[in-house]
């Protein structure tokens, strides 16, 4: 008795699936082997500064001293700043 052959389908799947795990180890590497994201460096930064300035950039948007652009930037600026644990 002869052996049924594979649908095209069933092969299409299959080569589907090789295809997407062949993509998803090379996205690992990629991450692996990406240089790291900015890390601060030198000495460490006064977190309570940090967060006294956050403070005055909130006052100062709410008093209309700071542009909403200008305090989006000095926000996300003083975000990476900050050390959570």
Do not use: C, W, Y
Not at 25 to 41: D, I, L, Q, W, Y
Not at 45 to 52: A, R, S, T, W, Y
């Amino acid at each position: 008795m002869a052996k049924s052959r594979s649908t095209f389908g069933k092969m299409q799947r299959e080569q589907e699936k090789r295809t997407r795990a062949k993509e998803k180890v090379e996205r690992r590497e990629e991450r692996k082997n990406a240089e790291p994201e900015e890390t601060p460096v030198g000495a460490p930064v006064d977190q309570g500064k940090i967060l006294l300035e956050l403070a005055k950039i909130h006052e100062d948007l709410a008093e209309g001293r700071l542009s909403l652009e200008d305090f989006e930037v000095r926000q996300e600026e003083l975000r990476e700043l900050l050390m959570i644990d």
